[in-house]
């Protein structure tokens, strides 16, 4: 089975940085993405990791623990309209490449 | 380019009817999937297919039918709607991890059931 864990929600004040954590249990491991999501709309790609280490991406960055089944996203330069949902998403080691996202975590911005 | 069209956007069912969502792509992926996603909750994957003529269960399975033609159309039917089935449903789709990284989605079905 999987397992995927994500806090419900955060708030943090614009220009600051954030982490968002995401922990998996997973039946094999085959990459981990990061979604973002504003009310109302669908999932937009945020960023992808298989190996273990650090991805950045102009303010984004995406951090990966294999060992440790962990996974972390930093926003930096917090700006009003991150405001948003983050999803964790991971595809499992089998032949389907079936991946399962995680319950999110809201992130509201405030001045 | 169209990528995922999803239709429809808006539907309200009553209880035992049964309908069919469409979605369909262009971008000649193998890897389509449907997910359900709940208020305040993430995406749970229902039914998702690995090329034409192969599907395979999600986490959320029941009360879904799916089926695989084509590349392009992977439709989700409701046999009996229920209240419980009220959600916003995305298709999705993407190469697989040895020619892509990324998952694309359709904008979204909002279904209703009375």
């Known amino acids: 089975g999987q397992n995927i864990d994500q806090p419900t929600e955060m708030t943090a004040t614009e220009g600051a940085i954030v982490q968002i954590n995401c922990t998996y249990q997973?039946?094999?491991?085959?990459?981990l993405f990061w979604y973002q999501q504003h009310a109302g709309e669908a999932p937009t790609f945020l960023s992808y990791?298989?190996?273990?280490g650090l991805e950045e991406k102009g303010r984004f960055s995406s951090f990966l623990s294999r060992s440790k089944g962990y996974s972390y996203l930093l926003l930096k330069e917090l700006q009003m309209k991150d405001s948003a949902s983050y999803l964790c998403?991971?595809?499992?080691?089998?032949?389907?490449?079936?991946?399962?996202f995680g319950p999110g975590t809201s992130l509201s911005v405030i001045p | 380019n169209a990528g995922v069209t999803q239709t429809p956007k808006f539907q309200v069912l009553k209880t035992g009817q049964s309908m069919t969502l469409q979605c369909a792509q262009d971008?000649?992926?193998?890897?389509m999937s449907w997910y359900r996603q709940d208020p305040g909750m993430g995406l749970r994957l229902i039914h998702y297919s690995v090329g034409a003529g192969i599907t395979d269960q999600g986490e959320v399975p029941n009360g879904y039918n799916v089926s695989r033609s084509t590349t392009e159309d992977f439709p989700l039917r409701l046999l009996s709607a229920a209240p419980s089935q009220t959600s916003v449903y995305f298709c999705a789709t993407h190469q697989g991890r040895l020619s892509g990284n990324t998952i694309y989605f359709g904008e979204g079905s909002w279904l209703t059931v009375v």
């Open positions: 997973t039946s094999g491991f085959n990459g």
């Open positions: 971008m000649n992926h193998e890897y």
């Open positions: 990791n298989v190996l273990d």
């Open positions: 998403a991971v595809r499992g080691e089998t032949s389907y490449d079936k991946v399962i």
